[in-house]
């Protein structure tokens, strides 16, 4: 059995500075959205601080307010839609680029990822001509479709890389057995790279559910998502309602941090495990 490590007072002095940094840093990130929080709980008309006093007057306004529950089951609608047309496409696309082998393989997985590196002014004018002849602007069905472009790399990039640790020769057993492909994909290839699935798809509904700046340019004022409606909100009329808003909104992505985080020590066991 190896002796334990002896470190140098040099060593603990670097590890104690390193400690401080880091904690500096990720108080220096996290403070601009800690302040909201205090501010959604706030009693007074306008965002100041100190708080005059506690109240959930601002939290019974946003569930209480059509446009602001309008517009989260807009974005709770066009999200989920979005994720799970972009889960399926990239999982399906990934599979075609791990399993095949050909000439333009890169060029292809660039394309694919191109939303990703793509300004996404860019990208919303892209789409905005690309719908308007197509009269897809202003509807529910031009949106979800520019979000899945919008979301799918992600599941493309998470999805590969589970594909990476996969070994293909079960799927070749399954075929040689009698299995189709069908079969062999959702009863053997499927189960095993589900933790990889999974975590695209939270990735896909965070990005759709986030996005505000394809909104701005596809859809209408039927299709106004919470993010457009925080992001109009600010312009014209600032009302302490936005910050209950935006501590939703860190509340799931908190809940969606975890749930990666869940999936991802799960698929570390089963690796262990295999």
Known sequence: MAAPSVRTPSERIWTAVLWAVSVLVFFFLLAPILAIVPLSFSSGQFLTYPIPGFSLRWYAEFFQSEQWTGSLANSLIVGIS?????????????LGLVRADFRGKGLIMGVLLSPMIVPLVITAVG?????APLGLTATFPGLIVA???????FVVVT??????GFDMNLA???ASLGAGPSTTFFKVILPLIAPGVASGALFAFATS??????VLFVAGPGQRTLPREMFSGIRENISPTITAAATILILLSIVLLAALELLRRRNARMRGQA
């Open 209 to 214: 559910f986030d996005e505000v700046v394809i």
């Open 147 to 153: 979000h899945t472009a919008l979301a799918a790399p």
């Open 127 to 131: 789409f905005y001509f690309f719908f």
């Open 172 to 174: 070749r057993a399954s």
């Open 82 to 94: 979005a994720t799970a047309l972009a889960t399926a496409l990239g999982t399906v696309a990934s």
């Open 159 to 164: 999805v590969t890389a589970t594909l990476a």
